[in-house]
């Protein structure tokens, strides 16, 4: 104060103010206080319950993308994609299977067929000895002719000259006839093993080599699940630990329930003392100003105390929610990333494994098609070497024919020779020698007859054996067929329902990260708490400022109404605070607000029910 305005002070004095009055405008004052602090808890309660519904939506949220994240793991360790990975194996083996039937079917036939060539081969022998039988005959019938030459018996010669050389003629015509059929056995027989030969070097080479890479598409496809398992394993564990976390921050907004406690505890306390300073207004006698300095600073300075605890732990509590939500919104957006990357991986091996598994099947149906064709050649060939085989059968009847028209001409000629007494011996010589090659021609045909009857054995075998194998490889393509298409199709779809999961578990985590980020961004409900504390903590220092008058002892009846107050604590923290303050017994400074005697923070020692939770 200058001297200007002291001794405009003392010119004109103030009216004084009566303890009376001091205690209406207090409780005015208190009044005002009053009414914010109720409002605070109506707002207060307001955004905490809008907090909760959002939390228990977060909540559920979390639960289905850990529902969803472990159905995926089930997915994949389950008895479905165990039973489709061993029905890919036991695809690749039966393909095995009828690949070495093919290949032990086509060896055989290649046997048989070599087997054909050998006989064919081997009647190349009666053959040359029928041609030797032909020159016999040509020269016997040249021999005989010129013996008729000479005598009477001239013309019965020249007619067994001309009928054996008509022999050698048949003989050779048949002979030629066979030998034509042979080649063309031979060449049919030929034709069929190059045709099995090509399918064995270069079909079954190929389908191998495909069966190879189906069996490295089925490993890709182990290592592709065994990834994919592994991924959405951690994802379901991150997701799963997601929505623990969220049930620890729906847990933890119990403390609202402490503050709110301890704002309506300080309420009481304030309407106490605002029933206190109504009574002192109503007194019209003195000592009221002393009466005022004795009870307001110390009911003031504990319930600024209180206030200040309450706003360090609504604010400590609400800032750690937030920052556990901003964490959460982190750490679920980075499952969404993997999510979504995980996903790509699985389409990307998926199409790899489908790009080299289903040209498997297609090369194995491809070789049973070329085979059933190959063999079905062969058989036919075969059976054209059976056709000719009718016809052989026919000319060596026929030859068996001559042979025996031989021995007739040689019996003819035998008596001949018998009755005629002047060329019988040369006409016995004719005779013996038509009868020795009849012999020829009798065994030479029994040659044939064998060998007829080995290649006969042959080609009924191929035809037989033929037959069963294009009925067999006809069930097996369409047993193949199914199968592949059931084992493909299995995948694909489990593929399907593992990529959709993933893409529902990645838009359900994108969204659910976005909401908790919007919505620990819009948390303001500390701030509009903090605010309405700091300005009763103001309004009660000023208060206490109004109330002092030099140093007053505090009587009975203050101390009374300070217990009364303390006695509606039912939280350990408010004793603490009330206990700490008593003990000190500090005047509140005027100097600055909010610098009362700090109690300790959080619960009391040995509290082992967590951050937020009171001992009442």
Known sequence: MNVEEATIETLFPLPAVSGAARADTLAGQLGGMLLELSDLGGREEKQFIFLGVRLADFRARSKKLATQSAEAVALLSGAEGRATLQGLHALLVDLDDHLRQVDTQSRNNDELLLDLGTQLDRMEDPLQALAKVVKALLALSFATRVEGTQGESGPILAVLADNLKELGGKVTDKTDQVREMLETMARLGREAREKLQTLQGRGLSRARSVIGQGRLAIDRLQEHQQRCHEGTARLSGHFAHSHQAIDEIVVSIQFHDITRQQLDHVRSALHELARELERLGRNTGPGVAEALARLVPDVCRIQTAQLQHTRRELTTAVEGMIGSLHDLDGNISELATETRELAGVAAADGNSFYGGLEPVAAAVAELLDDSTVTNRQAVEAVRAVLGAMDQLRILLGEI???????????????????????????????????????????????????????????????????????????????????????????????????????????????????????????????????????????????????????????????????????????????????????????????SRRGTAPVPPSGPVKGNEFGANVELF
């Open 400 to 590: 068996e024919l001559i042979g025996t028209e031989m021995r007739l001409i040689s019996f003819n000629a035998g008596i001949t020779a018998a009755h005629n007494m002047e060329r019988g011996a040369g006409l016995g010589v004719i005779a013996a020698s038509i009868q020795s090659l009849s012999e020829q021609v009798r065994g030479r045909t029994l040659e044939f007859s064998r060998g007829y009857q080995a290649i006969e054995s042959v080609v009924g075998a191929l035809t037989e054996r033929g037959g069963h194998l294009e009925q067999a490889e006809t069930v097996v393509r369409a047993e193949l067929k199914r199968m592949a298409s059931e084992q493909v199709g299995s995948l694909r779809q489990a593929d399907s329902r593992l990529l959709a999961a993933l893409h529902l578990m990645d838009e359900g985590a994108t969204t659910l990260a976005q909401d908790i980020r919007a919505t620990a961004e819009s948390i303001s409900v500390h701030v509009d708490v903090a605010q309405v504390i700091e300005e009763t903590i103001a309004g009660l220092e000023t208060m206490v400022a109004d109330c002092r008058v030099g140093d007053v002892e505090v009587d009975s009846e203050g101390v009374e109404l300070v217990q009364r107050l303390s006695d509606l604590y039912t939280m350990q923290s408010e004793r603490e605070v009330h206990r700490h303050l008593n003990d000190r017994a500090d005047p509140l400074p005027r």
